[in-house]
């Protein structure tokens, strides 16, 4: 916390010294003492504005109560802000205003809508204010300016008091894409043929039929037996809850960024919650270098925890990082994708799924 005091010329700190001076010079000599009681009455005013200052800055605070650092773009919440030290701004009788001022990335929904991203209030006889705020974009947000205005009585001046313990946030993409559950539906993604032998996994059995020409493998012994007659294994088309996807942020030529860079980084966001939600293992490629100069390759896992990395990592994503070209990309990313799982492309302005 820092303080600055903006005071009339007469009451600044060194005039202090001053005024003790003519104080003694002025009272003690015939005819001028009451410009020595004059003086001593500046002197007794500065005493005691130095006095409060170093009282406020002992007994004034912030604190900032169970807030959530992560959001969801387009996501409003409510913080909840705790001052310490109304007490002795009443007793004083000090008219005290607060102003919050924060980044692109975060408006105040109760605010001017000209001025959306800066509160003020006067505080009152309550410890705690409730401030409704509005998340604008995806990415890194926080408040850049936290200030207590006091305003001393008959204008001797006003204290700034500044903070510096902002709330800090992650904004995640948006998990309510628009576009995105029609192409979800279209790619019908859940629900293709086994890649694997169903020979070795007895679970995706059907059930029999009449043997035609099928391999000796597929002979159901148990069935030829209880009808008779030579009967064939069916097998049924099993889940597929392997996915691949590889999220192209390049432009149709291949080079330089998307124009709808934001909406291939939310429509991923929702198909990735979409699967985890179905219990599906998911790895993602971003065609961007990391900090080691390497492509961004989230491995292969399931479930919450993954489900979060991934948001984080698209929250982090800049039109300032680093890309791969798209021809370089897909390759890379067929050399490197689990071979078990479904590809999904997303970029150039479509969503398709390949094998």
Same mark, same amino acid.
């Given at each position: 916390?820092?303080?600055?005091?903006?005071?009339?010329?007469?009451?600044?700190?060194?005039?202090?010294?001053?005024?003790?001076?003519?104080?003694?010079?002025?009272?003690?000599?015939?005819?001028?003492?009451?410009?020595?009681?004059?003086?001593?009455?500046?002197?007794?005013?500065?005493?005691?504005?130095?006095?409060?200052?170093?009282?406020?800055?002992?007994?004034?605070?912030?604190?900032?109560?169970?807030?959530?650092?992560?959001?969801?773009?387009?996501?409003?919440? $409510?913080? !909840? =802000? %705790?001052?310490?030290?109304? *007490?002795?701004?009443?007793?004083?009788?000090?008219?005290?205003? &607060?102003? @919050?001022?924060?980044?692109?990335?975060?408006?105040?929904?109760?605010?001017?809508?000209?001025?959306?991203?800066?509160?003020?209030?006067?505080?009152?006889?309550?410890?705690?204010?409730?401030?409704?705020?509005?998340?604008?974009?995806?990415?890194?947000?926080?408040?850049?300016?936290?200030?207590?205005?006091?305003?001393?009585?008959?204008?001797?001046?006003?204290?700034?008091?500044?903070?510096?313990?902002?709330?800090?946030?992650?904004?995640?993409?948006?998990?309510?894409?628009?576009?995105?559950?029609?192409?979800?539906?279209?790619?019908?993604?859940?629900?293709?043929?086994?890649?694997?032998?169903?020979?070795?996994?007895?679970?995706?059995?059907?059930?029999?039929?009449?043997?035609?020409?099928?391999?000796?493998?597929?002979?159901?012994?148990?069935?030829?037996?209880? $009808?008779? !007659? =030579? %009967?064939?294994?069916?097998? *049924?088309?099993?889940?597929?809850?392997?996915?691949?996807?590889? &999220?192209? @942020?390049?432009?149709?030529?291949?080079?330089?960024?998307?124009?709808?860079?934001?909406?291939?980084?939310?429509?991923?966001?929702?198909?990735?919650?979409?699967?985890?939600?179905?219990?599906?293992?998911?790895?993602?490629?971003?065609?961007?270098?990391?900090?080691?100069?390497?492509?961004?390759?989230?491995?292969?896992?399931?479930?919450?925890?993954?489900?979060?990395?991934?948001?984080?990592?698209?929250?982090?994503?800049?039109?300032?990082?680093?890309?791969?070209?798209?021809?370089?990309?897909?390759?890379?990313?067929?050399?490197?994708?689990?071979?078990?799982?479904?590809?999904?492309?997303?970029?150039?302005?479509?969503?398709?799924?390949?094998?």
């Amino acid at each position: 916390m820092q303080i600055e005091r903006s005071v009339p010329f007469w009451l600044e700190s060194r005039l202090f010294s001053v005024y003790i001076i003519l104080t003694f010079v002025f009272l003690f000599i015939p005819g001028l003492s009451l410009l020595g009681f004059g003086f001593a009455s500046l002197a007794t005013v500065h005493y005691v504005v130095g006095r409060t200052e170093k009282q406020l800055m002992t007994t004034i605070a912030l604190e900032w109560k169970h807030y959530e650092p992560l959001m969801f773009n387009h996501e409003s919440t $409510t913080l !909840r =802000l %705790q001052l310490f030290g109304l *007490e002795a701004l009443q007793k004083l009788g000090l008219k005290t205003t &607060l102003r @919050l001022h924060t980044d692109e990335g975060l408006v105040f929904p109760d605010m001017d809508p000209l001025h959306p991203h800066t509160y003020h209030a006067v505080i009152g006889t309550h410890e705690q204010l409730d401030i409704p705020i509005r998340t604008t974009r995806r990415g890194p947000s926080a408040f850049d300016e936290i200030t207590l205005t006091i305003k001393l009585p008959w204008r001797m001046g006003v204290y700034l008091f500044t903070f510096d313990a902002f709330p800090r946030f992650t904004v995640l993409p948006s998990l309510t894409a628009q576009a995105t559950p029609l192409l979800l539906h279209r790619l019908r993604i859940g629900d293709r043929a086994d890649r694997y032998s169903p020979l070795k996994n007895k679970l995706v059995q059907l059930g029999a039929k009449p043997y035609t020409a099928e391999p000796s493998k597929e002979i159901d012994w148990y069935a030829t037996a209880k $009808t008779g !007659r =030579l %009967q064939a294994k069916v097998f *049924e088309t099993s889940n597929q809850d392997t996915f691949t996807l590889a &999220l192209n @942020l390049s432009g149709p030529s291949g080079y330089g960024l998307h124009m709808n860079f934001e909406t291939f980084i939310d429509q991923t966001a929702f198909l990735v919650s979409e699967l985890i939600k179905e219990g599906c293992k998911i790895e993602l490629f971003l065609n961007r270098l990391d900090a080691n100069n390497q492509m961004t390759h989230l491995k292969l896992k399931e479930g919450q925890p993954q489900l979060k990395q991934i948001l984080l990592t698209l929250s982090a994503l800049s039109t300032r990082d680093d890309y791969i070209a798209t021809g370089q990309f897909e390759r890379y990313v067929m050399r490197r994708k689990n071979r078990n799982g479904q590809l999904i492309q997303i970029g150039n302005d479509n969503i398709q799924a390949i094998g």
